[in-house]
């Protein structure tokens, strides 16, 4: 009985100088990886970067999928692999911090506390579609064909 084992993912250059990332038992090959400024949040580590990176390639999946895959690849990646997605990250956050402005002397206070309403929440959406079921009822009952 053989083993499978998997390639982990990879770095290289192409050739217009981007570096690209491989992860072949995913057949991704070859995605440029993005500027540092495109990326709209600033609290990124190494490997949110990277899974942000396949989720964009991934579209058609679902995160939980994507994640999944995300972290397969993840744990079996060289170090310089975990060590040049970590400086990414930081290059990342350094990046967002010099666009967007910072407030130092704002503070948020919050004027109630939020409470979990999971049941409340639920409960609206039934009571919302009763309503609308009602309401289209309504409707349909007082729906007259016109001829013209």
Same mark, same amino acid.
């Given at each position: ?6 390639? =982990? =993912?990879? !770095?290289s250059i192409n050739r217009n100088g981007k570096i690209v990332l491989s992860v072949a ?54 170090? +310089?692999?975990?060590?040049?997605f970590g400086n990414y990250a930081n290059q990342i956050n350094s990046a +967002? ?7 130092? !002397?704002? +503070? ?33 009952? +007082? ?6």
């Open positions: 009985m053989s083993t499978f084992t998997m390639l =982990p =993912p990879s !770095l038992q995913f057949c991704v090959y070859n995605y440029e990886l993005p500027d540092t400024n495109s990326f709209n949040v600033n609290h990124y580590n190494g490997f949110t970067v990277y899974r942000s990176l396949l989720h964009k390639e991934f579209r058609g999946l679902s995160i939980e999928k994507v994640s999944q895959i995300a972290s397969t690849t993840w744990k079996i990646a060289d170090k +310089e692999f975990r060590l040049f +967002e911090r010099n666009i967007s402005p910072r407030f130092k !002397l704002f +503070e948020m206070n919050p004027k109630r506390k939020w409470k979990p309403c999971n049941q409340q929440i639920k409960y609206l959406f039934v009571e919302r579609e009763e309503y609308m079921r009602h309401e289209y009822e309504k409707a349909v009952e +007082e729906f007259e064909f016109v001829s013209f």
